[in-house]
């Protein structure tokens, strides 16, 4: 699956057709779903298929096919060089944080056996404790989000209505 995602990465980088690129973006996307599922976090591999393989290549190619000249493609222009060598640096700072982090494991953590029951209870169906959280801790930011969500809507449907 990480392979499948950094290749279709990288085609989306050297692909001119933008249409394709987008195709790539979406089997990048879905290989990182595929990455969620295999750590057993099926409500994010849930999220990253609706929201980034759904939502955004569809936003993404009905901006490509209202653009003019899609058929000029990807064109290559003076900020190629500093962007690769930006994306060069943090891509170095994130190895750097992957390898020196001491990343400490479930199964070497000084837990009683009350706690460790329960921690591997929430790993076991991560979907309803998110679900559990959601609709009882944290219900107040939830509805929150959802109005600023449903303003942001109606913003965008004013802003774009014919006059």
């Given at each position: ?7 279709a ?5 050297h692909v ?13 996307f ?12 099926e ?10 393989a759904?939502?955004?290549?569809i936003?993404i ?18 900020l ?17 944080a ?5 990343w400490?494991?479930?199964e070497?953590?000084?837990l ?5 029951l329960k ?24 509805e ?6 449903l ?13």
């Open positions: 699956m990480a392979t499948i995602s950094i290749v990465a990288l085609a989306v980088i001119r057709d933008l249409f394709r690129a987008a195709l790539f973006l979406v089997v990048s879905v290989a990182v779903a595929g990455l969620f599922v295999m750590l057993s976090a409500f994010l591999a849930a999220v990253q298929v609706l929201i980034y759904g939502a955004i290549p936003l190619i009905f901006a490509i096919m209202l653009s003019p000249n899609v058929q000029q493609g990807n064109t290559y222009n003076r190629m060089l500093p962007a690769l060598i930006v994306a060069s640096g943090v891509l170095a700072v994130l190895i750097f992957i390898v020196k982090t001491k400490n494991l479930l070497y953590a000084h009683s056996l009350a706690t460790r921690v591997e209870e929430v790993f076991a169906d991560t979907t309803s404790s998110i679900g559990d959280l959601l609709l009882r801790n944290w219900v107040l930011p939830f929150m989000a959802s109005i600023l969500l303003a942001a809507l109606i913003g965008a449907l004013v802003l774009v209505r014919e006059r």
